[in-house]
T-cell receptor, first 113, second 115 residues
C-alpha cells in the first residue's frame, strides 16, 4: 500500500540554523510528492511539490528533491527563522487514484531567537 | 483565492449526541475530503467525495457518515458521538486529478470535544 514516514519531532533549532526534515515513502507506482505546513491555529497549506523523479520543489527558501532511488523527499532550508515555527507534513498522491492523498504524521519545528 | 470554510472552530458535545460538521468551498472543486488530525498520527482520511451525492470511505469511516447534496458543501455526521471522536477535524477540497494537477486546499479545522 501507500504510506509516508517522516521523522518524529519536535525539532528545535536556533534562528539561522540549517533544517532537514526527513521523509520517505512507499507507493506502488510513481506518486506526486508534497510538503504541507500548518501554522498554529490554521489549516494546512501547500509549501512545495514535485511530480516526477529528480524534480526539485521550492518555495520560501525551502527545497525538496524527489529521489526515486531512495524513495525520499527530504525538506531542507538553509537558514530558518522564528516565523518558520510550524508543523510540517509530507504527503503523496495515490498513483492509482490521484484524487487521494496520504499524509505523514507531521514534524513540529520550533525555532528559537 | 480558494477559500474553504468550516462551520465552527470549536465545538463541545455530549456523548450520544448527533453532531454535524459543515464545510463549504468556493472554487467549484469536484473533490472534497474529511480528515481527522490526532497527535502522533497525522491526518487520517475519514471520507471523500468526487461529486454531488458521490462518496467513498477513507481509512477510518467507522462511526461517521457524510452528505454532499450540493457541490460546494460537504457535511460530516457523527451519528452518536463518543469520547474517542474527540479530535481536530479538517476539511479539504481539490480539483479532479489533484495529485498531478494541483493540491488540496484546507479549511482552518474544527476542534471537537466530546464529554
Amino acid at each position: 500500500g501507500n504510506s509516508v514516514t517522516q521523522m518524529e519531532g519536535p525539532v528545535t533549532l536556533s534562528e539561522e540554523a540549517f533544517l532537514t526534515i526527513n521523509c520517505t515513502y512507499t507507493a506502488t507506482g510513481y506518486p506526486s510528492l508534497f510538503w504541507y505546513v500548518q501554522y498554529p491555529g490554521e489549516g494546512l497549506q501547500l509549501l512545495l511539490k514535485a511530480t516526477k523523479a529528480d524534480d526539485k520543489g521550492s518555495n520560501k527558501g525551502f527545497e525538496a528533491t524527489y529521489r526515486k532511488e531512495t524513495t525520499s523527499f527530504h525538506l531542507e532550508k538553509g537558514s530558518v527563522q522564528v516565523s518558520d515555527s510550524a508543523v510540517y507534513f509530507c504527503a503523496l498522491s495515490d498513483p492509482g487514484n490521484f484524487n487521494k492523498f496520504y499524509f505523514g504524521s507531521g514534524t513540529k519545528l520550533n525555532v528559537k531567537p | 483565492d480558494v477559500k474553504v470554510t468550516q462551520s465552527s472552530r470549536y465545538l463541545v458535545k455530549r456523548t450520544g449526541e448527533k453532531v454535524f460538521l459543515e464545510c463549504v468551498q468556493d472554487m467549484d472543486h469536484e473533490n472534497m475530503f474529511w480528515y481527522r488530525q490526532d497527535p502522533g498520527l497525522g491526518l487520517r482520511l475519514i471520507y471523500f467525495s468526487y461529486d454531488v451525492k458521490m462518496k467513498e470511505k477513507g481509512d477510518i469511516p467507522e462511526g461517521y457518515s457524510v452528505s454532499r447534496e450540493k457541490k460546494e458543501r460537504f457535511s460530516l455526521i457523527l451519528e452518536s458521538a463518543s469520547t474517542n471522536q474527540t479530535s481536530m477535524y479538517l476539511c479539504a477540497s481539490s480539483l479532479w486529478g489533484a495529485g498531478t494537477l494541483g493540491e488540496q486546499y484546507f479549511g482552518p479545522g474544527t476542534r471537537l470535544t466530546v464529554t
